[in-house]
């Protein structure tokens, strides 16, 4: 199938569609790869179930399939919408998965225009967003069309803010093979060039945000804090 390389995706939401098409002819077996099989789902415990520490609005999404829980996590990565261009809701995109078969919305997070940042999929759950990643991945979604705009400074700020956590929680060192443009996965231009030249200072500044969390919590920091009283 000839792709246009210039879009995530050829219609509204599809990314993860066009992923599939992309990588191989549409058959059951690729769908099976993005979307596990309900058989296999296995029950979340509410302990494995992360909570993030700033605010993320809840969603109410009913998948039609249960989620299967990952099991590694050791990769973070970034996609855009594509078409449409500006902002676009957790929701819409929910709505838009569905129409094209899959269980619902791929990605684990989205972030508005606004900076306002959306729960997806629960995160502790595999996702349908990266073809051939998706065990071992997060996917977040940028609000946007960045090969025509820029993301906005709260979508820049939020989005370091969540890269900072995922790091933290799942440990995992910011670089450039654990916070990815999905283009590095996929034959695709997702997440847009004007998102995608930013990575390289998203990664530096999430690496400075860990340091001064780390040194917020040792024991040098309580003397340096302490000092002169
Ligand atoms: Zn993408």
């Not at 990588?23 to 296995?42: I, K, N, Q």
């Not at 959306?118 to 995160?123: I, L, M, S």
């Amino acid at each position: 199938m000839k792709m246009n390389r210039n879009r995530c995706a050829a219609v509204a939401f599809v990314c993860v569609f066009a992923i599939i098409a992309m990588a191989a002819p549409v058959t059951a077996a690729d769908t099976s790869m993005a979307e596990e099989p309900t058989e296999r789902a296995e029950k979340i415990s509410a302990a494995a179930v992360p909570k993030e520490p700033f605010p993320v609005v809840e969603t109410t999404f009913t998948f039609t399939e249960p989620l299967k829980e990952r099991q590694k996590t050791d990769m973070i990565v970034i996609h855009h919408v594509g078409i449409p261009a500006g902002d676009t809701t957790a929701a819409a995109i929910h709505a838009a998965h569905l129409a094209n078969g899959w269980a619902g919305i791929g990605y684990h997070y989205v972030i508005r225009k606004d900076g306002t940042i959306e729960r997806g999929r629960p995160v502790q759950t595999v996702g349908a967003h990266a073809y051939g990643e998706n065990e071992h991945t997060v996917g977040i979604n940028v609000t946007g069309n960045f090969d025509t705009e820029k993301p906005t400074a709260a979508q820049i700020q939020s989005l370091e803010t969540l890269l900072t956590w995922l790091c933290q929680y799942y440990h995992i060192e910011p670089g450039v093979t654990t916070i990815i443009g999905h283009r590095d996965l996929n034959s695709t231009d997702c997440p847009g060039q004007q998102l995608y030249a930013q990575l390289p200072r998203i990664r530096q500044d999430v690496k400075v945000r860990l340091a001064e969390q780390q040194l917020e919590n040792t024991p040098l920091k309580r003397i340096l804090n302490n000092h002169g009283k």
